[in-house]
C-alpha cells in the first residue's frame, strides 16, 4: 500500500499545485471590490424632479421615444418602476417638507444578485464598478428579475424569439469608448443632485455633507452595505422607506446568501454514490445470507426427513423380520405338533400288535 | 393483448377531449412565438415567473418523483416486491420531465439557447444552472431506464439486454442527479428573502424540497395506480396485479414516515427564523391549511390506513398529499412570492397560460395511454422474465 | 490571480467543483466496477443458463 499512498499523495499535490493558484480563500480573505471602481451618489435634497436625468438616459442610449414626454411632470403622480424601454424613472414621493423625488435604476451592487443567479453568466460586474449585461448568451429565463431585490432588470415580453433584458448600463459602453466621460443622467442633472466618481471617494462626500449638514440628512448613506453595497449610493433628507428604497433588505449579498446551499451541492455527488452502493451491498449480503440459510435448512430439513424414513425403513424391516421369525415359528410349532399328533394317531392304531 | 382497441373507432370521448386540447396547443404554439410571451401570458417586470414555472416545472418535478423513489426501493433497498410498480413510475417520471423541458420552451425567452448554460458558457453560481444541468442528464438517464420495455416491444432483445445490465448504476445516478434538482428547485428561492413571505422563506428551502418530494413521488405512484387499475385492467399481468395492495400498502408507510419527517423540518425552518408570530395572521392561517391540511392530515391517514391495511383511506391521503405538494409550490412561486406588492400589483395566470398547463398536462396522458396500451409496463414481456 | 469580488471567486470555485463531481460520479462508477469484477455471479433463474 505504501507505493499506492506515495502516488496519491503526488497527484493530491499536483492538483492542489494546479488549482490553488490563487491566494484568495473564501474563508479568511474579504472581498472589497475592485480598487477604484466608480459609483453615483444621488443626493435626494438636491433632486428637483425635472426628469432631466430620463431623457439624458434616453438620448445616450438610444431607447425608444417615451409615450409622454421627458418634460411632462404629471407623470410623476404615479410610482413607476423601469422597464424594457426605460432604464431609469423619477419617482415622487410625500417627504418631510413637501415632495420628494428620487431617482431609480441599476443600483449596480458590489455583489450582483443578477450575476450570482444568471445560469448562463450573462452578467459581469466590470473594474469600472459597472454592472453590464450580455444579449449574446441571455436564454431568457428571467431568475435575474426574481432574484434582484431592487426589481430593477426589465423584460421585453413582446419579442417572441430575440427578448433582452433591458437595464442601466452605468454607461459603460459609452465611456469605454470615449463617447461619454460620465453617465449620462449624471450629465443632465442639472442641479448636481448625482455624483459620478470613485465609490471610496462617493463614500467621503457623502460622510462630508451628512456631518457637516446633520439637520438636513439622515444620518445614514444607503448603499453602503444594503444587500453587500452598492455602487449607486443615496443621501437624503427624508427617511430612505418613504422615497421607496426598502429598509429591510440587510447587508448581506446574494452571493453570500446563496454560497451555503450551493456548498453543499458537491457533496451529494460526492457521498450519494457511497451511501446507496452501501446500501445496495449490504442488502445483497443479507440476500445472500438469507438465501444459504435457507439452502442450509432445507438440506437439513431434507436430511432429516430422509433419515427419518430410513429409521422409519428400518423399524419396518426389523418388524418384518420379527413377524417373518415369528411366522416360521409358528409353521415349524404347528408342523412339530402335526407330526406329533400324526404319530399318536399311528400309535394308537398300530400299538397292539407290535 | 393490445390489439382490442385498434379495432374500436378512435373517436372516443377521450380521444376527442384531447383533440380539442391539443389543437388550443397548437393555437398558443403559435400565439407565443408570433407574439411573445406578452399575447399569451400576464407575466409583467415585476412578476417575471407565473404558471409556467410555478406549476408545470416546480410542481411537475416534484410530482415526477416517483421514478427515483419506486426504483431506488426496489433495486437499492432490495425491496422486490415493488418491482412491477417500477415500469409505470419510470414512464410518468420520464414523461414528466420530457414534458418540463418542453414547456420550458415556450417559458424562456430564447428557447434555441437552452443547451448554452451546459456547453456554451456555465454560470455556475447558479442554482438554476444546477437544475437546468441536473434535469438534461436525469432525463437522459430516464430515456436509458425506460427504452427496455420499448426494446422489448420492437423485439430487439440484444440492445435492451445490453441496457438493462445497466438497470443499477442507472438508479443510482438517478437518486443523486433528484436529490440535487429537487433541493435545487428549493434553493432557487433561498436567493429571494426579500420577496417571499416568512413563513415560507427559509434557508432550509432546499431541505424541504427534497424531503417532500419523496412522499409526493409514492403518492403519485398511488394515485395513478389507482387511476390507471380499471381502464388497463386487461393490460396487468398477474404479478401487477398481486403486487398491487402490497405497494399501496409498502408506500403507505413510506408515505407516512416521510410526510412525518417534513413536518418535523418545516418546525424547524420556523423556529430557525423565529416566525410563529406570523402563525397569527391571515398568511398564518394560509400556511396553517397547507400544513395541517395537507401535510399532517394525510400523514395520519397513511398511518392509520397502513396499520389497518384501509386501502381507500390510503388512496384518500394520497390524492391529498398530491395536492398538498402542488399548493406548497403554487405557494413558494406564486402566492406568497412578491406578498408584499400591492394587489392590483400581483399576478394572475391567464386564460392561456392555464390552458396550456392543461395542453402540456393532455400531451403527458396521451403518450403515457399510447405507451401502457402498447408496451410491456404493466406486464411483464414473456420472453425477458429475469426482471427480478 | 487575486479576486475582488466574491461573485466571481464563487464562479471560478464552483466551476472546477462541477467538474469534480463529474469526476466522482464517473469514478466510482469504475472503481466499483473493478472492485465487484471477480464477485461470483448471482443466478437467479439456473434455467436460464442453460442457453
Not at chain 1, 413607476?80 to 410625500?94: C, L, M, P, W
Not at chain 1, 427578448?163 to 453617465?183: A, W, Y
Not at chain 1, 453543499?264 to 440459510?293: D, Q, T
Not at chain 2, 400531451?363 to 422474465?385: A, N, Q
Request: hydrophobic share 40%; with cysteine; aromatic share 12%.
Amino acid at each position: 500500500m505504501k507505493r499506492r499512498q506515495f502516488l496519491g499523495l503526488l497527484g493530491a499535490a499536483g492538483i492542489t499545485a494546479t488549482l490553488g493558484t490563487t491566494k484568495a480563500q473564501a474563508s479568511t480573505h474579504s472581498f472589497e471590490g475592485y480598487p477604484g471602481a466608480k459609483g453615483v451618489l444621488f443626493d435626494e435634497t438636491r433632486c428637483i424632479g425635472c426628469r432631466k436625468c430620463e431623457a439624458g438616459c434616453n438620448k445616450v442610449n438610444k431607447l425608444p421615444a417615451p409615450a409622454k414626454p421627458f418634460a411632462d411632470l404629471t407623470v410623476l403622480n404615479q410610482e413607476r418602476r423601469t422597464d424594457e424601454k426605460t432604464y431609469t424613472v423619477v419617482n415622487k414621493y410625500r417627504g418631510k417638507n413637501g415632495p420628494a423625488f428620487r431617482k431609480m435604476q441599476c443600483n449596480h451592487c458590489m455583489e450582483p444578485a443578477c450575476a450570482s443567479v444568471c445560469f448562463v453568466h450573462a452578467f459581469t460586474k466590470n473594474p469600472d464598478g459597472s454592472v453590464t449585461y450580455d444579449p449574446t448568451v441571455c436564454v431568457g429565463c428571467r431568475y435575474c428579475m426574481v432574484a434582484c431585490p431592487f426589481n430593477i432588470p426589465a423584460y421585453e415580453y413582446s419579442d417572441p424569439l430575440t427578448p433582452r433584458v433591458m437595464k442601466c448600463t452605468l454607461c459603460h459602453d459609452q465611456i469605454q469608448k470615449g463617447e461619454q466621460t460620465m453617465p449620462g443622467c449624471v450629465e443632465a442633472c442639472p442641479k448636481e443632485a448625482l455624483t459620478y466618481g470613485k465609490r471610496d471617494d462617493l463614500l467621503q462626500i457623502a460622510r462630508a455633507r451628512i456631518s457637516q449638514h446633520p439637520e438636513r440628512y439622515e444620518n445614514h448613506i444607503y448603499g453602503e452595505k444594503e444587500m453587500g453595497g452598492t455602487n449607486w449610493l443615496y443621501i437624503s433628507g427624508d427617511p430612505f422607506k418613504d422615497i421607496g428604497l426598502r429598509e429591510d433588505l440587510g447587508s448581506k449579498s446574494v452571493p453570500e446568501i446563496v454560497s451555503g446551499p450551493l456548498s453543499v451541492v458537491p457533496m451529494v455527488a460526492a457521498l450519494w454514490p457511497a451511501l446507496l452502493g452501501g446500501v445496495w451491498a449490504i442488502n445483497k449480503r443479507k440476500e445472500k445470507v438469507a438465501a444459504e440459510e435457507q439452502k442450509a435448512a432445507v438440506k437439513a430439513a431434507r436430511a432429516a426427513a430422509k433419515a427419518e424414513g430410513e429409521a422409519k425403513l428400518a423399524k419396518a424391516m426389523e418388524n418384518a423380520e420379527r413377524d417373518k421369525n415369528q411366522a416360521i415359528e409358528r409353521e415349524v410349532k404347528r408342523a412339530l405338533e402335526e407330526a406329533e399328533a400324526a404319530k399318536k394317531d399311528a400309535g394308537d392304531d398300530g400299538g397292539e400288535g407290535a | 393483448m393490445s390489439t382490442e382497441n385498434n379495432n374500436k373507432s378512435l373517436m372516443t370521448p377521450a380521444n376527442i377531449i384531447t383533440a380539442v386540447i391539443l389543437a388550443i396547443g397548437l393555437v398558443i404554439t403559435v400565439l407565443r412565438f408570433t407574439k411573445g410571451l406578452t399575447g399569451v401570458t400576464n407575466l409583467d417586470q415585476n412578476n417575471p415567473w407565473g404558471l409556467w414555472i410555478g406549476f408545470d416545472l416546480l410542481c411537475g418535478v416534484a410530482l415526477a418523483a416517483g421514478g427515483y423513489t419506486t426504483s431506488s426501493a426496489c433495486y437499492i433497498f432490495g425491496l422486490k416486491k415493488y418491482h412491477s410498480a417500477v415500469r409505470p413510475a419510470i414512464l410518468t417520471a420520464f414523461l414528466g420531465y420530457a414534458l418540463v423541458v418542453f414547456a420550458l420552451h415556450y417559458d424562456v425567452g430564447r428557447p434555441y439557447r437552452l443547451v448554452y448554460p451546459i456547453f456554451y458558457q456555465p454560470g455556475t453560481t447558479s442554482l438554476l444552472f444546477e437544475v437546468g444541468l441536473c434535469v438534461f442528464l436525469y432525463v437522459t438517464t430516464l430515456a436509458v431506464e425506460f427504452s427496455p420495455a420499448m426494446f422489448e416491444w420492437l423485439g430487439m432483445k440484444n440492445v435492451r439486454n445490453a441496457i438493462h445490465k445497466l438497470t443499477l448504476p442507472l438508479t443510482v445516478f438517478g437518486v443523486v442527479l433528484s436529490t440535487l434538482h429537487q433541493s435545487s428547485l428549493g434553493a432557487l428561492y433561498i436567493a429571494v428573502p426579500s420577496k417571499l413571505h416568512p413563513l415560507w422563506y427559509s434557508p432550509y428551502l432546499a431541505i424541504l424540497f427534497f424531503v417532500s418530494s419523496i412522499p409526493a413521488g409514492l403518492s403519485m405512484v398511488i394515485f395513478e395506480g389507482t387511476l390507471a387499475h380499471k381502464p388497463w385492467h386487461h393490460m396487468m399481468d398477474k404479478t401487477h396485479l398481486d403486487e398491487h395492495e402490497g405497494v399501496i400498502l409498502g408506500f403507505s408507510r413510506g408515505a407516512a414516515i416521510s410526510l412525518g419527517a417534513y413536518f418535523c423540518v418545516k418546525l424547524v425552518a420556523m423556529a430557525y427564523d423565529n416566525n410563529w408570530s406570523y402563525l397569527a395572521t391571515g398568511w398564518g392561517a394560509w400556511w396553517l391549511l397547507e400544513v395541517v391540511g395537507f401535510v399532517l392530515a394525510p400523514c395520519l391517514m397513511y398511518a392509520i390506513g397502513s396499520r389497518e391495511k384501509n386501502i381507500p383511506l390510503i388512496k384518500w391521503a394520497a390524492a391529498l398529499t398530491v395536492v398538498g405538494i402542488i399548493l406548497n409550490r403554487l405557494n413558494v412561486s406564486l402566492i406568497a412570492f412578491n406578498w408584499q406588492l400591492p394587489s392590483s400589483q400581483r399576478y394572475f395566470p391567464s386564460f392561456y397560460e392555464i390552458m396550456f398547463s392543461v395542453f402540456v398536462v393532455t400531451l403527458g396522458v396521451t403518450i403515457y395511454r399510447f405507451i401502457v396500451s402498447r408496451m410491456p409496463i404493466f406486464f411483464e414481456h414473456p420472453d425477458y422474465k429475469d426482471a427480478h | 490571480m487575486e479576486y475582488y469580488v466574491y461573485q466571481d471567486f464563487m464562479l471560478h470555485t464552483k466551476s472546477i467543483t462541477y467538474i469534480l463531481m463529474g469526476l466522482f460520479v464517473l469514478g466510482f462508477w469504475g472503481f466499483w466496477a473493478f472492485m465487484t469484477s471477480r464477485d461470483e455471479e448471482i443466478h437467479k433463474f439456473p434455467e436460464h443458463d442453460k442457453e
